[in-house]
Nanobody, 116 residues
């Protein structure tokens, strides 16, 4: 059974940092690319970052470039999203996702709130 479970969200002040984790099971993480999406209240879900399975190449949406870093530890079946210099507009529910055996799976999400 394929599962993705996020953790690490919380309340943080502007300028602060959080590290999100996405622990996967039911498939071999080495074989699949994983992405992070987020959805703010009243807005559509948007892609934040993704990391490939082949060479570990990464990509980011413009609004988080230079502040967020995605990484993976295949031995721990975990993908991370390090978020620095957080802004109020980063407030959202963050989801990790992957297409495994031609089907897209999502985690349950973790809430990130940036507020003073």
């Amino acid at each position: 059974q394929v599962q993705l479970v996020e953790s690490g969200g919380g309340l943080v002040q502007p300028g602060g940092s959080l590290r999100l984790s996405c622990v996967v099971s039911g498939f071999t993480l080495d074989d699949y690319a994983i992405g992070w999406f987020r959805q703010a209240p009243g807005k559509e879900r948007e892609g934040v970052s993704c990391i490939s399975n082949s060479d570990g190449s990464t990509s980011y949406t413009d609004s988080v470039k230079g502040r967020f870093t995605i990484s993976r530890d295949n031995a721990k079946n975990t993908v991370y999203l390090q978020m620095n210099s957080l802004k109020p507009e980063d407030t959202a529910v963050y989801y990790c996702t992957g297409v495994v055996r031609f089907q897209r799976y999502w985690g349950q999400g973790t809430q990130v709130t940036v507020s003073s």
